[in-house]
Protein backbone atom coordinates (compact mmCIF):
# COMPACT_ATOMS: atom_id res chain seq x y z
CA UNK A 1 0.00 0.00 0.00
CA UNK A 2 1.76 3.15 -1.44
CA UNK A 3 -0.35 5.90 1.11
CA UNK A 4 1.54 5.74 4.27
CA UNK A 5 -1.49 7.96 5.90
CA UNK A 6 -4.21 5.15 5.14
CA UNK A 7 -1.80 2.18 6.26
CA UNK A 8 -1.19 3.88 9.35
CA UNK A 9 -5.48 4.27 9.29
CA UNK A 10 -6.24 1.15 8.63
CA UNK A 11 -3.54 -0.43 11.25
CA UNK A 12 -4.89 1.70 14.15
CA UNK A 13 -8.38 0.94 12.98
CA UNK A 14 -7.23 -2.74 13.78
CA UNK A 15 -5.89 -2.15 16.78
CA UNK A 16 -9.41 -0.71 17.61
CA UNK A 17 -8.66 2.34 18.19
CA UNK A 18 -11.56 4.97 15.58
CA UNK A 19 -9.64 7.72 13.90
CA UNK A 20 -10.76 10.29 11.16
CA UNK A 21 -9.05 13.06 9.03
CA UNK A 22 -8.62 16.34 9.88
CA UNK A 23 -7.87 19.06 7.15
CA UNK A 24 -4.44 19.04 5.65
CA UNK A 25 -1.36 20.63 7.83
CA UNK A 26 -3.98 21.64 10.44
CA UNK A 27 -6.17 19.92 13.17
CA UNK A 28 -9.23 21.00 11.98
CA UNK A 29 -11.31 18.08 11.14
CA UNK A 30 -12.41 17.46 7.76
CA UNK A 31 -15.92 16.04 8.36
CA UNK A 32 -18.87 17.50 9.42
CA UNK A 33 -19.06 16.42 12.97
CA UNK A 34 -15.25 15.37 13.72
CA UNK A 35 -14.14 13.06 16.49
CA UNK A 36 -17.81 12.13 16.21
CA UNK A 37 -17.57 10.68 13.03
CA UNK A 38 -14.91 8.25 14.14
CA UNK A 39 -14.94 4.83 12.69
CA UNK A 40 -12.74 1.05 12.96
CA UNK A 41 -14.80 0.72 9.31
CA UNK A 42 -11.99 -0.33 6.94
CA UNK A 43 -14.73 0.48 4.27
CA UNK A 44 -14.77 4.06 5.11
CA UNK A 45 -11.50 4.68 6.07
CA UNK A 46 -10.05 4.01 2.67
CA UNK A 47 -12.64 6.32 1.43
CA UNK A 48 -11.91 9.27 3.58
CA UNK A 49 -7.73 8.64 3.19
CA UNK A 50 -8.00 8.70 -1.15
CA UNK A 51 -4.32 9.85 -1.42
CA UNK A 52 -5.38 12.94 -3.33
CA UNK A 53 -6.65 14.67 -0.54
CA UNK A 54 -3.56 14.54 1.87
CA UNK A 55 -5.94 14.52 5.04
CA UNK A 56 -4.05 14.34 8.23
CA UNK A 57 -4.79 11.34 10.90
CA UNK A 58 -6.52 11.76 14.06
CA UNK A 59 -7.34 9.24 16.51
CA UNK A 60 -10.73 9.49 18.69
CA UNK A 61 -9.50 9.21 22.43
CA UNK A 62 -10.94 7.51 25.09
CA UNK A 63 -12.01 3.82 25.34
CA UNK A 64 -11.77 2.64 22.69
CA UNK A 65 -9.17 4.62 21.85
CA UNK A 66 -6.32 5.48 23.87
CA UNK A 67 -5.80 7.98 26.74
CA UNK A 68 -3.21 10.94 25.99
CA UNK A 69 -0.84 13.20 27.80
CA UNK A 70 0.07 16.05 26.13
CA UNK A 71 3.28 17.71 27.12
CA UNK A 72 2.90 21.21 25.64
CA UNK A 73 6.08 22.88 24.65
CA UNK A 74 5.09 26.75 24.49
CA UNK A 75 8.72 28.16 24.01
CA UNK A 76 9.13 30.79 26.47
CA UNK A 77 6.10 30.52 28.08
CA UNK A 78 7.26 26.96 29.69
CA UNK A 79 6.73 23.62 29.17
CA UNK A 80 5.19 20.45 30.44
CA UNK A 81 8.74 18.49 30.49
CA UNK A 82 9.38 19.48 34.47
CA UNK A 83 6.01 17.91 35.51
CA UNK A 84 5.90 15.15 32.99
CA UNK A 85 9.66 14.12 35.55
CA UNK A 86 7.52 14.14 38.46
CA UNK A 87 5.00 11.92 36.74
CA UNK A 88 7.71 9.70 35.81
CA UNK A 89 9.25 9.84 39.21
CA UNK A 90 5.80 9.29 41.01
CA UNK A 91 5.83 6.07 38.79
CA UNK A 92 2.75 7.34 37.15
CA UNK A 93 4.07 6.90 33.34
CA UNK A 94 4.96 2.83 34.09
CA UNK A 95 1.99 2.23 31.90
CA UNK A 96 2.76 4.18 28.94
CA UNK A 97 2.09 1.94 25.45
CA UNK A 98 3.76 4.77 23.30
CA UNK A 99 5.83 8.35 22.70
CA UNK A 100 5.00 10.60 19.95
CA UNK A 101 6.89 14.11 19.60
CA UNK A 102 4.83 16.81 18.51
CA UNK A 103 5.57 19.32 15.84
CA UNK A 104 6.38 22.10 18.68
CA UNK A 105 8.89 20.02 20.50
CA UNK A 106 6.34 18.39 22.90
CA UNK A 107 5.17 15.24 23.74
CA UNK A 108 2.53 12.70 23.51
CA UNK A 109 2.49 10.19 25.80
CA UNK A 110 -0.25 7.62 24.90
CA UNK A 111 -1.86 4.53 27.58
CA UNK A 112 -4.80 2.57 27.71
CA UNK A 113 -8.60 4.67 27.03
CA UNK A 114 -10.80 4.99 29.59
CA UNK A 115 -14.12 6.25 30.58
CA UNK A 116 -12.53 9.77 32.40
CA UNK A 117 -13.23 12.92 31.11
CA UNK A 118 -10.46 15.06 29.39
CA UNK A 119 -8.81 17.89 31.33
CA UNK A 120 -5.84 20.21 31.45
CA UNK A 121 -3.66 21.64 33.86
CA UNK A 122 -2.50 24.72 32.17
CA UNK A 123 0.09 26.01 34.66
CA UNK A 124 2.12 22.73 34.23
CA UNK A 125 1.53 22.96 30.59
CA UNK A 126 -0.09 19.38 30.25
CA UNK A 127 -3.52 18.79 28.97
CA UNK A 128 -5.14 15.43 29.59
CA UNK A 129 -7.18 13.80 25.81
CA UNK A 130 -9.62 11.29 26.86
CA UNK A 131 -12.99 10.64 26.29
CA UNK A 132 -14.41 13.56 23.75
CA UNK A 133 -11.17 14.81 22.95
CA UNK A 134 -8.61 13.72 20.25
CA UNK A 135 -5.26 13.79 19.26
CA UNK A 136 -3.46 14.03 15.47
CA UNK A 137 -1.02 10.88 15.01
CA UNK A 138 2.00 10.36 12.95
CA UNK A 139 2.03 10.63 10.03
CA UNK A 140 0.59 13.81 10.35
CA UNK A 141 2.10 17.32 9.60
CA UNK A 142 0.90 20.46 11.42
CA UNK A 143 2.75 23.65 9.38
CA UNK A 144 4.81 21.52 7.87
CA UNK A 145 6.36 20.13 10.81
CA UNK A 146 5.47 15.95 11.50
CA UNK A 147 4.28 14.23 14.29
CA UNK A 148 6.93 11.04 14.92
CA UNK A 149 6.76 8.07 16.62
CA UNK A 150 9.75 7.80 19.11
CA UNK A 151 8.49 4.23 20.79
CA UNK A 152 6.09 1.95 21.55
CA UNK A 153 5.87 -0.23 24.93
CA UNK A 154 4.36 -2.84 25.79
CA UNK A 155 2.40 -0.84 28.99
CA UNK A 156 -0.79 -2.01 30.32
CA UNK A 157 -2.13 0.53 32.67
CA UNK A 158 -4.01 3.78 32.23
CA UNK A 159 -3.24 6.71 33.66
CA UNK A 160 -5.19 8.58 36.45
CA UNK A 161 -5.54 11.95 35.54
CA UNK A 162 -6.77 13.22 39.30
CA UNK A 163 -3.92 11.28 41.12
CA UNK A 164 -1.99 13.76 38.38
CA UNK A 165 -3.91 16.52 39.43
CA UNK A 166 -3.65 15.65 42.99
CA UNK A 167 0.14 15.08 42.76
CA UNK A 168 1.01 18.87 40.68
CA UNK A 169 -1.58 20.81 41.80
CA UNK A 170 -2.98 19.32 45.42
CA UNK A 171 -5.12 22.95 46.03
CA UNK A 172 -6.41 23.03 42.47
CA UNK A 173 -10.21 21.68 43.35
CA UNK A 174 -10.34 24.30 46.33
CA UNK A 175 -9.43 27.60 44.31
CA UNK A 176 -12.37 29.27 42.73
CA UNK A 177 -12.95 28.46 38.98
CA UNK A 178 -11.41 31.49 37.33
CA UNK A 179 -13.67 33.86 35.41
CA UNK A 180 -14.08 33.42 31.91
CA UNK A 181 -14.39 36.35 29.17
CA UNK A 182 -15.67 36.65 25.57
CA UNK A 183 -11.87 37.86 24.51
CA UNK A 184 -11.09 34.21 23.46
CA UNK A 185 -13.70 33.68 20.52
CA UNK A 186 -12.36 36.75 18.93
CA UNK A 187 -9.41 35.33 17.23
CA UNK A 188 -11.99 32.50 16.07
CA UNK A 189 -14.43 34.75 14.54
CA UNK A 190 -11.71 36.36 12.24
CA UNK A 191 -10.48 32.88 11.43
CA UNK A 192 -14.22 32.15 10.12
CA UNK A 193 -14.20 35.17 8.81
CA UNK A 194 -11.78 34.13 6.45
CA UNK A 195 -12.89 31.09 5.52
CA UNK A 196 -12.53 29.27 1.48
CA UNK A 197 -15.56 27.93 0.39
CA UNK A 198 -16.18 24.81 1.03
CA UNK A 199 -14.82 24.94 4.40
CA UNK A 200 -17.23 27.67 6.22
CA UNK A 201 -19.94 25.04 7.88
CA UNK A 202 -17.14 22.79 8.66
CA UNK A 203 -15.10 25.57 9.74
CA UNK A 204 -17.60 27.10 12.18
CA UNK A 205 -18.62 23.67 13.50
CA UNK A 206 -14.90 23.70 14.18
CA UNK A 207 -14.69 26.82 15.71
CA UNK A 208 -18.19 26.73 17.86
CA UNK A 209 -16.60 23.52 19.40
CA UNK A 210 -13.66 24.81 20.68
CA UNK A 211 -16.02 28.24 22.11
CA UNK A 212 -17.83 25.58 24.35
CA UNK A 213 -14.83 23.82 25.21
CA UNK A 214 -13.90 26.71 26.89
CA UNK A 215 -17.24 27.74 27.91
CA UNK A 216 -20.22 25.73 27.25
CA UNK A 217 -22.36 28.78 27.69
CA UNK A 218 -20.52 30.96 25.65
CA UNK A 219 -22.17 33.96 23.60
CA UNK A 220 -21.74 32.37 20.03
CA UNK A 221 -22.74 35.31 18.30
CA UNK A 222 -19.33 36.80 17.17
CA UNK A 223 -18.67 33.43 15.42
CA UNK A 224 -22.57 33.88 13.45
CA UNK A 225 -21.49 37.41 12.26
CA UNK A 226 -18.39 36.38 11.15
CA UNK A 227 -19.99 33.27 9.31
CA UNK A 228 -22.58 35.90 7.86
CA UNK A 229 -18.80 38.03 6.46
CA UNK A 230 -17.56 34.34 4.39
CA UNK A 231 -20.98 33.95 2.96
CA UNK A 232 -22.51 31.74 4.90
CA UNK A 233 -26.80 32.00 5.24
CA UNK A 234 -28.57 32.63 8.43
CA UNK A 235 -30.34 29.36 8.04
CA UNK A 236 -26.55 27.38 7.74
CA UNK A 237 -25.33 29.42 10.70
CA UNK A 238 -28.37 28.49 13.15
CA UNK A 239 -28.00 24.54 12.12
CA UNK A 240 -24.85 24.46 12.48
CA UNK A 241 -24.14 26.08 15.65
CA UNK A 242 -26.94 24.23 16.98
CA UNK A 243 -25.35 21.10 16.03
CA UNK A 244 -22.12 22.25 17.88
CA UNK A 245 -24.88 23.28 21.20
CA UNK A 246 -25.89 19.66 20.91
CA UNK A 247 -22.51 17.83 20.55
CA UNK A 248 -21.11 19.69 23.40
CA UNK A 249 -24.40 18.55 25.68
CA UNK A 250 -23.49 14.61 24.96
CA UNK A 251 -19.78 15.55 25.85
CA UNK A 252 -18.07 15.76 29.11
CA UNK A 253 -19.03 18.88 30.83
CA UNK A 254 -15.43 19.22 32.35
CA UNK A 255 -14.98 23.02 31.62
CA UNK A 256 -11.49 22.70 31.32
CA UNK A 257 -12.04 20.60 28.21
CA UNK A 258 -10.01 20.99 25.00
CA UNK A 259 -10.22 18.64 22.22
CA UNK A 260 -6.66 19.35 20.69
CA UNK A 261 -4.39 21.21 21.75
CA UNK A 262 -1.24 23.61 20.89
CA UNK A 263 1.60 21.00 20.58
Not at 45 to 60: C, G, S, V, Y
Not at 69 to 80: F, K, S, T
Not at 91 to 104: C, H, K, N, Q
Not at 213 to 242: M, V
Request: aromatic residues 6%; glycine residues 10%; contains cysteine.
Amino acid sequence: MKNPTLRQALALADHGWPVFPCRPDLKMPATTHGHLEATTDRRQITEWFDPRRHWNLAIATGAPGPDVLDVDQHGPAGNGFAALERLRAAGLLDGAIGYVRTPSGGLHVYFTGSAQRSGRLPTRHLDFRAAGGYVLTPPSQYFGRPYELIKTLDGRDGLDWQVVTRLLEPHRQQQPAPHRSGRGITPLARWVAALPQGNRNAGLFWAANRALDTDPAADLSPLAAAARQAGLTDPEITRTLDSARRTRQTSPKDPDHQAEGTS
